[in-house]
């Protein structure tokens, strides 16, 4: 399996604009996080989902984020309108069961 | 809400030695507790996962203790090498799925 693959792997955008970020699973995995990593507040889960269905959406910061997960091979977190301090490292990981999480690369946003 | 601390946040450390990472959580109702490894501007590795039953995890020069009544764990680093320079992190998990992560601790192994 090729693991957790990110797109795109980075992102530079302006103040304002809408951003997708994408994410597929490892095949067979039921959950699926998203994640939020900056310097000032560590590694923050933002969504997970449980067989494509959003179970927690606490640590979502605003409206501005919502996210998305189709089928079981993919899932989107999309941000709109972007805001400077949205950048960021947004990983996506998956797991079978509540079991080992397995984290994608990362996309490394930033909003000018 | 869960709170998870790491200490000490940086370690340095010459190679060979062995050395223990802490993690302590203020909620010990916990589900699992994962180690993982994150090397600069990678993602996270997984290295050992605790369920709330069992005690401790091993994975070759790894063990992974688990104490809930403390609300700690110990990472051991046995013979430690510059390739296990990295930043560890701690994640407890409280609520079937919900994982909440230390600020890492940064290790650096000196040839």
């Known amino acids: 399996d090729a693991g957790v693959i990110q797109s795109p792997r980075h992102e530079v955008t302006e103040m304002g604009q809408e951003v997708t970020l994408r994410c597929k699973p490892i095949?067979?995995?039921?959950?699926l996080f998203w994640y939020r990593q900056t310097m000032m507040r560590g590694l923050e889960l933002l969504i997970y989902?449980?067989?494509?269905?959003?179970?927690?959406d606490s640590g979502m910061p605003e409206d501005r984020f919502s996210a998305k997960m189709p089928n079981a091979s993919f899932s989107t977190l999309k941000i709109q309108p972007s805001e400077p301090r949205d950048s960021a490292v947004y990983f996506c990981?998956?797991?079978?069961?509540?079991?080992?999480?397995?984290f994608g690369p990362g996309t490394r946003l930033t909003v000018t | 809400k869960q709170e998870v601390t790491q200490i000490p946040a940086a370690l340095s450390v010459p190679e060979g030695e062995n050395l223990v990472l802490n993690c302590s959580f203020t909620?010990?109702?916990?589900?699992?507790l994962q180690w993982f490894r994150q090397d600069p501007g990678k993602g996270l590795t997984s290295l050992l996962l605790?369920?709330?039953?069992?005690r401790e995890q091993t994975s070759g020069r790894l063990n992974a203790s688990l104490d809930k009544s403390s609300g700690r764990s110990t990472l051991y680093i046995a013979a430690s090498q510059p390739g296990d320079s990295a930043t560890y992190l701690c994640?407890?998990?409280?609520?079937?799925?919900?994982?909440?992560f230390g600020d890492g601790t940064t290790l650096t192994v000196k040839p």
């Open positions: 909620d010990s109702a916990i589900y699992n």
């Open positions: 990981a998956s797991s079978f069961g509540l079991m080992v999480h397995n």
């Open positions: 994640a407890v998990d409280t609520n079937a799925g919900k994982s909440t």
């Open positions: 605790i369920q709330s039953s069992q």
């Open positions: 989902f449980n067989n494509n269905v959003p179970i927690d």
């Open positions: 095949s067979g995995h039921d959950y």
